[in-house]
């Protein structure tokens, strides 16, 4: 457990270090051309054009950087405080300050953040301009003068250090060992922490001496990954093999690598691999003297050239560590895939992805196997979840009344993925779920939902079975569904059981929060809190709409006494993997007592108007009046 978090936090470090940098890319990539082309051996040497070189990487980037992850602690007022203790270093220092930049902007965007939540309701009306502009003058000035004395030549004595580590690594061949640390760094998604925290500032202050860096191609070295591409459109099998081609062209023109790590993952000694192509590829670029004048982002091969110097001998080592990167690690990934017995589950292997992620993958879809047509003459629609209790109650509940109000015969029910009937024609699950939905049912037609509770999949699936639905005869079944219980929703949702104005470091703490009411209500077991937390890490209980339903597993179902839920209103929001929550239902379901007041909720829950009025309720009753209304 403490390894996993220490990971997520690596994670997030690296995440929040790519996010200053990569919306200023462009600015990299502006500083990059001019020095490839007007530098004195550049291709159109230009001595007034190349003063620009210098200004763009000391001031311009830093700067950028300093304002960006100032922004993204405290919005504009942030930026500015950030960018403004960002000079401190900057002058204070004779290299381009990209790490200090990353230190001072967001602690800038921190400190104002700070001063406006003390001084929030005490500044009176009419001084509110001259307060705000003051407070950020003078903090930032203050954070500038201490970067200056401090933070600057502390960060000058760090990155000289590192420079020299590189440097004694390159003179004594040992370079090529980097790659046992990155390739596996990647696949972990804690490269952002290694690339943009340690590689690119260092690479940067090699380029203003050397005119170029060998550290930026490290991490953003294809080759690697193509090469694994490569062993499985040859070797793999199923689907794997035939998406690896598709997989392959994302990857290398692309510059998308987390299109490559579930093939990894599918068979973990592939890593191998990966290691010994970027170890060769590395000595390729260090024996042919390879390197980037600029950083290559995304890591495609047309980045990496346009970075190249323009010169013979600089494309000949960079193409040729790209090359034999790519060979040895298809030769390397062809014997592990000739040789393993491991089954390909493609579809779990990128599952496993954005669980290490920490967060949704872009190209996860990639991998997701393709649907044919939505079948003629539906009769039976079934939302799946872990647990049939939470999410995919909510979710038929809401498509069941768009049925009712499409004048469509169809029954739409919710169950446990275990439990989806082998006649199901139509299946609905969240997205990390749907591999485990096609193995119950291959033969259905399987949807795919971010939002179970205003997903735009729901009204497109309406308006194809509007054209192609015919009435069925099963009128019966129009009824099977959540609300299916004869028991009175008396007592479910208890006055006592609802808190205002809570606040929550992390989704764990608040998950807890929620299972000690129902551990105290007497509604669960004690072992069904740590039950909740699993269900949410094995895919997130978030429901779309500020809302999320934390609730226990499948096998949690027998720690279950009665049905209870739980309504915790989070005014500023808890983080649940990068979406903001502010209400949450904890939830206990026994015997599907539980499933019509849930249907209410989610009813309710679907109108934003609703959730506001919730998140701004001034006492337990008028939340359960909004709730009830519905």
């Known amino acids: 457990m403490a390894q996993s978090n220490i990971k997520v936090a690596v994670q997030k470090f690296g995440n929040f270090l790519s996010s200053m940098v990569m919306p200023n890319i462009g600015a990299f990539i502006a500083w990059g051309l001019i020095t490839a082309l007007f530098i004195p051996t550049g291709f159109f040497s230009n001595e007034s054009l190349a003063k620009l070189v210098d200004p763009m990487v000391k001031y311009l980037l830093p700067l950028l950087i300093g304002y960006t992850g100032g922004k993204l602690v405290h919005d504009q007022r942030g930026g500015v405080v950030g960018a403004i203790a960002t000079m401190g270093v900057i002058v204070g220092s004779d290299i381009p300050m990209f790490l200090g930049a990353m230190i001072m902007g967001p602690l800038g965007g921190y400190i104002i953040k700070k001063f406006d939540q003390f001084i929030e309701g005490k500044v009176k009306t009419g001084f509110e301009m001259l307060i705000n502009n003051f407070s950020a003058g003078i903090l930032g000035g203050i954070l500038a003068i201490l970067a200056f004395l401090g933070v600057s030549p502390a960060v000058d004595g760090f990155t000289g250090a590192l420079v020299v580590g590189v440097d004694w690594m390159v003179a004594h061949g040992l370079l090529p060992l980097t790659s046992i640390l990155i390739e596996p760094a990647k696949i972990l998604f804690l490269n952002n922490a290694i690339n943009h925290g340690i590689l690119s500032p260092i690479g940067a202050e090699q380029i203003r001496t050397n005119g170029q860096s060998i550290l930026l191609l490290l991490e953003t070295n294809p080759g690697p990954g193509l090469g694994i591409l490569l062993a499985y459109c040859f070797f793999g099998k199923g689907t794997a093999k035939q998406s690896a081609p598709g997989a392959a062209i994302i990857h290398f023109i692309g510059g998308i690598h987390e299109i490559y790590f579930p093939y990894v993952l599918m068979r973990p000694l592939l890593i191998i691999a990966a290691i010994l192509g970027g170890m060769s590829g590395v000595f390729t670029f260090v024996l042919l003297g390879g390197g980037l004048q ?17 010169n013979a001998g600089s494309y000949v080592a960079n193409i040729s560590g790209v090359l034999v990167a790519a060979i040895v690690s298809f030769i390397v990934g062809s014997l592990i895939l000739k040789t393993g017995k491991q089954p390909e589950d493609l579809d779990e292997a990128a599952r496993k992805m954005q669980e290490m992620k920490g967060k949704k993958s872009s190209v996860a879809g990639s991998f997701t196997k393709q649907q044919g047509e939505v079948p003629a003459s539906v009769q039976k629609i079934v939302f799946a979840c872990d647990a049939g209790m939470g999410s995919s109650a909510m979710g038929a509940s809401l498509l069941r009344k768009k049925v009712k109000q499409a004048n469509l015969n169809i029954s739409v029910t919710n169950t446990a993925i275990s439990n989806i009937p082998s006649d199901a024609q139509i299946v609905i699950t969240q997205k990390e779920l749907t591999p485990r939905a096609q193995n119950k049912v291959p033969d259905a037609y399987h949807i795919s939902v971010d939002n179970f509770l205003s997903s735009p999949e729901y009204d497109k699936l309406i308006d194809q079975l509007k054209n192609d639905h015919t009435t069925s005869k099963a009128e019966e079944e129009k009824k099977v569904s959540a609300e299916n219980n004869t028991d009175s929703n008396d007592g479910l949702l208890k006055e ?62 027998k720690n279950v006494l009665r049905s209870g839920f739980t309504v915790i209103q989070v005014p500023e929001g808890v983080d649940f993997d990068g979406e903001k929550v502010r209400l949450i239902f904890g939830i206990a379901g026994k015997d599907g007592t539980h499933l ?26 008028e939340l359960m009046t909004i709730i009830q209304r519905n």
């Open 294 to 310: 600029a950083v290559a982002s995304p890591g495609s091969i047309l980045a990496i050239l346009a970075a190249t110097p323009g």
């Open 496 to 557: 006592e059981n609802v808190f205002l104005n809570q606040h929550f470091s992390s989704k764990e703490e608040a998950i807890r929060f929620a299972g000690s009411v129902l551990v105290k209500g007497g509604y669960v077991e004690e072992n069904y809190v740590e039950a909740m937390i699993e269900r949410d890490n094995m895919t997130s209980t978030y429901m779309g709409n500020d809302v999320a339903i934390p609730h226990g597993t499948e096998e949690a179902k």
């Open 596 to 621: 019509e007041i849930l249907s209410g909720i989610a009813i309710t829950c679907s109108d934003m108007d609703n959730i506001e009025k919730m998140v701004h309720a001034k006492s337990a009753k």
